[in-house]
């Protein structure tokens, strides 16, 4: 299960409770479910960063490495 999936599932228990929306207590639970959504989107756009830095560093060594064997044949 993602972070976005277990965020979307706290927010549906959440909301599954029927709070009163006019509450303070409930306003606050809903900011910080909405910062936690926010926080886990980052994290999924910065895991997708890494990913794709990730296959592009693979290909860059990959290149280097046969140029630099080919020195060494004979």
């Given at each position: ?59 860059e ?14």
């Amino acid at each position: 299960m993602t972070n976005l999936e277990r965020v979307a599932y706290i927010r549906g228990l959440a909301e599954g409770l029927e709070l009163d929306t006019d509450k303070k207590e409930v306003k606050v639970l809903d900011a910080m479910l909405t910062l936690l959504e926010d926080m886990a989107l980052s994290i999924s756009d910065l895991e997708e960063a890494y990913e794709d830095m990730a296959d592009q560093l693979d290909v860059e060594l990959h290149i280097r490495f046969k140029k630099s064997s080919h020195r060494f044949l004979f």
